[in-house]
């Protein structure tokens, strides 16, 4: 019943209710990427990405050993944090031949919180954000030595040897951190590098539909609000004639 | 001396009375925002922006354990028991000073905290008044630090605060290096090699952002809207006096000018003479009778309209029997899209866990089912208030909308005076989010007392008691069988885009009670549901003549007390007593009457949940009631929050802003309310719940069949909502709120035809 009142007044405003199809199609076609006017992110494009996981081990392996290697996913876990530190970004970026200004690290272990709290959620946040054209992610998969690197990078093929160039730098820092050459943990490759290449599109059609028609639904909505007001505006200038009127019917 | 004119003409006084509250709103919000100075004259941005940063800090041997083979988890241990130690040996006063002259910083303008990061109960990690005394002080600050040891790795992290995100990145940088500082310091003082000290290794250069964007505009938003609202109240009030003379001045006939008008108002030609209107839509598809004539004045159109509204009375006081026909008649026959809307909106609150189901897209707001279906109805109902017609919501203030409205008004004032305290300490979008809900609470209201007619609220407090027996079905259940229906339901029924709580049917609480939660959150909320819902079988128990309905209403009784105690709460016993005592004060010898049938109720709720009631009994016998963690957490709140109700105690630290994770739980309503809101805010929540049974007095006085059966179900609702606010927070968990507000909202409706009433027969005679 109130949608037929609503409709009623749409139907008596419907040049007003005409020109929201202006900026509806307008949105509809920005989102939809039919005009080339749209805002950046619009733009069809790819990216690459990429995937290295790699095991920390003793150079004899603890795999068929019972109970070896137990402190392993500890140090995995470290050894996670440390390459995800400046050191490793500048000597990544060398290996990689690439800007170290374009490299970004993020930082898995700092955004792990362990008591919740405005200010740790926040700061967590703020330092995990990472703006590069190179980003490397580091974590490790406690409870277990595993340390995996997920690589994002213009191409695929860039992606592949960021990843590539991360493990390294992480087998030398671990060689380099050994208290003596045989008491050191090695780094080892679980598979090799998976990369692909994916599209980064634009918005899917069905929102540029959704976004028009729920744009369009509040501009009818505007256009029932306003006439709403009109009415109450005329109402409250139609009170002193409505009151007039009644008096001079009672004087009579 | 020349006096202020006053504009003659009402759209004048309306565009005048607008222009000044518009003026008034923008200049405080601008004075919020911006630093105002007379001397001399000028306006400079507040700095009111925060920002975060974060750092990691390994601690290690001087002989690096990270990539040493033959570590062991004896090592490990050690090293990790260590890093606890310099994470609290960071925060200490030395520390503090070092880190803040590597900062640059005042000393003095740092607070430093680490927090308890292993597994421990929260409740052994709240801070009781002094270490609170103490987070209030730091939290004035405007230079923070939080260490959190890592709890399974030698590791620190660190996060900062600071006005800016240089400062921020410095003070966390400078923490590691402070540290290594003092250590080195401690080391020469005692001798030590440092060849033995243990080694801090920050893993890169701090990271930082701006960590509260948007603060601005809602510190200016809340303020503007503030200033509007009150100076619009206060305009209207003011002028009241002058709008009621002239209105006594002017002949009852006039009054016909502010009844509803028909869709298109009277309107002078502009060029001419103009065609009649059309006839409206609605008529045209036969769907509204057409039978009144066109009125003097009034377009053809109009004769859409009823002919009791056309003659000067509501559309909503048309006759029942000619409103079927025209599809306005009373709700269930009814096509009127609110009234179904609304009914929809209370199946979902009385049957569906909605508060723990959301969207499972990550958005910036929690998108709970609730907050997904309100917004439709408030636009329906906007829509139709703007729109008008026969069907559209009739507007009118009782003392309950006032008593809501100064609940709001308590919120709103606590966060415009502390906006800028919060923040500072980054609870202000918490604050600002808990007042969304507050909103949707008032909505509820608002849009049932407009739009539900005098002639619905009885089927509605039978849909109400339908649902509240579902809900209570379905508890006892889950208590007989482990299977929460509602969750298990809901998770069948709703799109994969939902994702839906675990109920943990079965499970037991610390002290060994089921957790039978029903549709709630939690044990407590379904026991304050059906406190709610109860009182509408207990009144129609008391209104019953026949034998027949007096059986299924003693049925229902039963079935709603033995759910309650089925949650096996100790409130299952207070909340239900409460509802019992409040019909006992204005219903004494009906009750007394019923005394025989309370046996046979009680026999029926016994064998409906065997050996609960029981339960719920032997909590209160005295050894297990003071033992309990239930009983001694709440009573070391009162000490624990002492700090925060001083701090702040007229108008409180803010509505929203007490955070349990880093404060305490605080289980009852009525503290929080004290804290939060402060003793005005706690005045007006106990107002709000005052007026409702203040305004239910009269008609329960009358004892007007139908009107009295709702003013006492709505009134011992009021009292069991004030009753479960001293034993849990109530308005965390919103059934409780809806469903109070949502009788409050009917009782609205039969208070304000009730006036209009009395008004008629005033004119009449």
Known sequence: ?252 | MSRIPFPTSPQRRVIAGAALCLVLALAAGVASVNAISLQPPGIEPRQLSVAGAGARVLVDNPRSLVSDRLATEGDYRTLHKRAVLMANLMVTGPVRERIARRAGLSPAKLGTTVRVTGDVAHILTEPDSERRATQLRQAQLPYRLEVHPDPLLPALSIYTQAPTVREAERLADAAAPALREHLRALASLNGAAGATQVVLEQTGLARGDIINAGARLQIFALTAIFVLLLSAAVLVLATRPRRQARRRAAPPAADAAHAPQPRRPPRAPRDGPRPAPAVPLAQRLGLVAASAPAVAGMPAGASAMPSAAIAGASPHRTSAVARPASGLGDWPRTTRLLPWMLAAMMAIVWLVPFNVIQLTYSLPIDLKLDRLVLPFIVAVWALALAAGGAAAPRLRLTWIHLGVAAVVLAALVSLVLQARALNATLELDTSVKKLTLLASYVALFVVVASSIRHTEVPAFMKYTLGLALVCALGTIVEYRFAYNVFYSVSELVLPGMFSVGEAEAGAVDDIGRRVVRGPGEVPLEAVAMLAMGLPIAVVGLIGSAERRRRILYGVAVAIILAAAASTERKSALLAPASVFLTLAYFRRRELLRLAPLGVLIGVMMLLLTPGAAQTVVSQLSGERFNSVTTVSDRTSDYDAVRPDVFTHLMFGRGYGSYEHVTARIIDMELLRTLIEVGAFGLLAYVVMLGTIVAAARRPIRERRPRDSAIALSAAAAAVAWLVVSALFDVMAFPHCPYIGLWMAGLLAVVVSAERDRRQEAGWSS
């Open chain 1, 1 to 252: 019943m109130e949608l037929l009142s609503v409709l009623g007044v749409l139907r008596r405003r419907r040049v007003l209710v005409a020109l929201g199809l202006v900026p509806t199609l307008l949105i509809w076609a920005l989102l939809s990427g039919r005009l080339a006017a749209g805002p950046a992110p619009l733009a069809v494009g790819k990216t690459g990405i990429a995937q290295l996981r790699v095991m920390v081990d003793h150079p004899k392996t603890t795999i068929p050993r019972v109970g070896a290697g137990s402190v392993l996913p500890t140090q995995a876990a470290l050894l996670a944090d440390l390459a995800a530190s400046d050191a490793q970004r500048l000597a990544i970026a060398r290996r990689a031949s690439i800007p170290a200004a374009a490299l970004g690290m993020q930082r898995m272990q700092l955004a792990r919180l362990f008591a919740l709290g405005q200010l740790p959620e926040r700061a967590a946040d703020a330092s995990a954000g990472v703006a590069a054209p190179y980003v490397v992610s580091v974590s490790a998969a406690a409870p277990l030595p595993i340390v995996t690197f997920d690589v994002r990078a213009p191409s695929a093929r860039e992606a592949a040897r960021l990843a590539t160039a991360a493990r390294a730098s992480l087998e030398a820092a671990v060689a380099a951190r050994a208290p003596d050459a045989d008491r050191g943990l090695v780094i080892k490759p679980l598979g090799g590098v998976r990369s692909a290449s994916v599209p980064v599109t634009s918005l899917p059609p069905v929102v540029a539909v959704a976004a028009a028609v729920v744009l369009f639904a509040l501009w009818c909505c505007g256009v029932v609000v306003l006439h709403g007001l009109l009415r109450a505006w005329r109402r409250i200038g139609a009170r002193p004639v409505a009151a007039a009127a009644a008096g001079d019917a009672t004087a009579g």
